[in-house]
């Protein structure tokens, strides 16, 4: 729905919590804003 590739997503998801992403800013860990940075990174 967001054009990303669910599984790629969660893996640096998970990657992210566990390297200790602050509460504070969880809106850079959802999808849409993961869609965004991919974009931006090509």
Known sequence: MNGVEPYAYLRDLFISIAN????KDIDALMPWAYSQRIISSE
């Open 20 to 23: 200790g992403h602050p509460a």
